[in-house]
């Protein structure tokens, strides 16, 4: 267990629809990062966190967004979803602003139908 | 270019040895990982080796490092059937991780 959490474990859900999906860093962690795993992509990075701010974007499409709150859980929102935004989505918490190891969470399993 | 590449698959029989191969093209990263990921689960970092090292060894495994090369490798030692899982190399790159397309290591009795 890597002290991060992720709700939901799974969640199924139609095109065209909107969902957040949450997660709670390691005890002590200020860093939040997302990723997203899927068969074609890889595991490609999304976001990063610090302390409540955005400190870096990856391959992130405009209908996805992100927000770290002062309590330093994060929210993931996806909307307008496709069937291709299916995919596992990983979440990743750090101690500091970047460049130490991050721990990952379970994951979140998303299906678009 | 921030490319991480591994072969794709690696079979090993039960007691034997896995070298998993990964090379990359980031000469800035400062850390560079190794993660597990089983059938179904998430990310288990299994171990990490800072920049300027060239080997670190932490019980069964072991992570060779040549920087001139790009090229980092892990070592199994005795490998068990609990070993299989697709096995992923991931180099810090300013903060994010870059990682490989993963290695599936099938472990067979």
């Known amino acids: 267990d890597s002290g991060v959490t992720q709700t939901p474990k799974h969640l199924i859900t139609a095109t065209g629809q909107r969902v957040t999906l949450r997660c709670s860093p390691r005890s002590g962690d200020l860093s939040v990062y997302w990723y997203q795993q899927s068969l074609d992509q890889g595991l490609q990075f999304l976001i990063h966190y610090y302390n409540g701010e955005e400190r870096a974007k990856g391959n992130i499409l405009e209908r996805f967004s992100a927000q770290q709150f002062p309590d330093l859980h994060s929210e993931l929102n996806l909307s307008s979803l496709e069937l291709g935004d299916s995919a596992l989505y990983f979440c990743a918490s750090s101690t500091t602003s970047g460049g130490d190891t991050q721990y990952f969470g379970p994951g979140t399993r998303l299906t678009v139908l | 270019g921030e490319d991480v590449e591994q072969s794709l698959f690696l079979s090993v029989r039960e007691g034997d040895s896995s070298v998993i191969n990964c090379t990359y093209t980031d000469s800035s990263s400062t850390y560079l990982y190794w993660y597990k990921q089983e059938p179904g689960a998430g990310l288990q970092l299994l171990t990490y080796?800072?920049?300027?090292?060239d080997m670190k060894q932490d019980q069964r495994l072991t992570v060779l490092l040549n920087k001139k090369d790009k090229h980092l490798s892990l070592r199994i030692a005795d490998t068990q059937t609990g070993d299989s899982a697709i096995y992923f190399c991931a180099v810090d790159s300013w903060g994010k991780l870059q990682f490989g397309a993963g290695t599936q290591v099938v472990v067979t009795p």
């Open positions: 080796i800072f920049s300027n090292m």
